[in-house]
């Protein structure tokens, strides 16, 4: 038995920089994990996803540079140097992260498949070694997720494809067919489209995107449709099948009729599954709810004390950023007496098609189902000198604002660096800046973030 005075379970975006602050503040500490340093972001999610949608839009900027005078030929696409690229960048980001660990005093890396004994006992698992016994007064479950994979007649004749195993491809798909319209189909799917993929993306929600405002969800449908994606909504998978030639055969429920489409590659992409399961959390007496994420307070500790749940596993937003923001709510509670906890906690998202969706606060839906009394700013990209400029003029920005305190209540923003533009309502949130201030504040001619004047002087008639 060894025992620790904290065992952290994954090396995510939470577990990493959290073993490092527990072991530098004195903390004996062990970092357990499955596979890889860093996590789902570094090694198949944002890092090489990102690196790869540049390599994409570096594409479509090409094969669209006749619009501002450029001609530049015929345009290929070397996938196997996207792929060399991404792979390369991944391995400096996790050789980075690994190296820094190894410097920490007081730190443990062990590496393993770690499931619970007790409340305070694990056991890890790893190939031709010895199963050891590990126990601690404190333990961090940061053990992330992993793709859904649903219950589909026919999926287990098939070789589909999911966020994981679609980054290895050594082929760009012909016809890839996508099971899903979130964020990894949206991503994926402009990304192959550019590499020259026909894609058809499935999905089963009657409205696109349909968390988004309705305005907000069909400028962005409208713009990947114009690039040549075929966005089917209210589609029901009802079977799959692979052809005599190796081909996939869809066939589908369309708003009560049925259709069949066929492609060479197939993507699942329905959303993720928590990895708690094979950490036997019925002993140690974890609770879970319906979709087995562990159940934590506001302050992230599980229903057993002394165990806290953090990143993905815990359920809500499934963010890197959101991880990483749990482990600071440890870190100042437990290292810096402080109170802090996630209630009302403000949490952004970036989605990164090109252009990209940036949300932050509330949007149209929630302030209504909240009976809130709101305005409405609201200006598309082709108002924006800098997206003129620049040869984008696909997008909007709209952004609600209370009536009686003029703050901000939330944005929506698609554009190029939609993102870096949310980010700037965002802080004006965080700080209680009223729409009038950022009305009439002095910002740099020609930026992105200078729109933000024209967004709000279209309230002064309202």
């Known amino acids: 038995m060894r025992k620790y005075d904290a065992i952290i379970i994954g090396s995510g975006q939470a577990g990493t920089p959290l073993a490092k602050k527990l072991a530098e503040a004195g903390y004996k500490t062990a970092l357990l994990e ?12 944002c890092t090489p996803t990102k690196t790869m949608i540049a ?16 001609n530049t030929g015929s345009i290929s696409v070397d996938f196997k140097k996207i792929v060399s690229r991404k792979d390369k960048i991944v391995r400096s980001f996790r050789e980075n992260l690994e190296t820094n660990l190894i410097k920490v005093k007081g730190l443990d890396i062990l590496y393993g498949e770690a499931s619970f004994i007790t409340d305070k006992t694990l056991k890890l698992s790893s190939a031709n070694k010895k199963d050891l016994l590990l126990t601690a007064d404190k333990i961090f479950i940061n053990a992330g997720s992993r793709p859904t994979i649903p219950a589909i007649k026919g999926i287990e004749t098939i070789n589909y494809l999911d966020s994981t195993s679609i980054l290895d491809l ?3 798909p012909e016809h890839l067919i996508i099971i899903g319209g979130s964020y990894i189909a949206l991503e994926f799917g402009q990304m192959f489209r550019r590499f020259g993929s026909k894609i058809t993306i499935v999905e089963r929600s009657d409205q696109f995107l349909s968390g988004e405002d309705n305005d907000v969800a069909a400028e962005l449908k409208i713009i990947l449709e114009e690039e040549g994606l075929n966005i089917l909504i209210s589609s029901e998978t009802k079977s799959l099948k692979k052809n005599e030639n190796g081909s996939i055969i869809v066939t589908l429920n369309v708003k009560g009729k049925a259709k069949t489409i066929r492609g060479s590659h197939l993507l699942m992409a329905v959303g993720r599954t928590p ?17 087995r994420f562990f159940k934590v307070s506001n302050k992230l500790q599980t229903n057993i004390k002394g165990i806290f749940a953090l990143g993905d596993i815990k359920g809500g937003p499934a963010f890197t950023h959101t991880s990483y923001n749990d ?15 996630i209630k009302n906690r403000m949490v952004p998202y970036c989605m990164f098609t090109d252009p990209q969706l940036g949300r932050i606060g509330l949007n149209e839906k929630q302030a209504i189902s909240k009976k809130l009394k709101y305005k409405v700013a609201l200006i598309k990209m082709d108002r924006v000198a800098r ?5 984008d003029t696909r997008g909007l920005i709209k952004a609600l604002v209370d009536t009686k305190t003029k703050q901000i209540l939330g944005a929506s923003v698609i554009g190029t660096e939609g993102g870096e533009i949310m980010t ?19 910002f740099a001619h020609p930026t992105y973030s200078e729109s933000l004047n024209n967004l709000f002087m279209t309230l002064d008639s309202k």
């Open 170 to 172: 050594k082929e760009i």
């Open 275 to 291: 990895n708690s399961e094979s950490l036997n959390p019925e002993a140690a007496g974890l609770q879970t709810d319906e979709g």
């Open 34 to 45: 499955r596979e890889f340093i860093g996590g789902t972001c570094i090694n198949y999610g």
């Open 424 to 442: 700037v309502l965002q802080m004006a949130m965080m700080g209680k800046v009223t729409y009038e201030e950022i009305r009439d504040g002095v």
């Open 387 to 391: 997206a003129i400029e620049t040869g």
């Open 327 to 341: 482990h600071l709510v440890i870190i100042k509670n437990l290292l810096e007496e402080k109170d802090i906890n």
């Open 55 to 70: 390599s994409a839009r570096s594409a479509y900027l090409s094969k669209n540079s006749k619009y501002l005078g450029i």
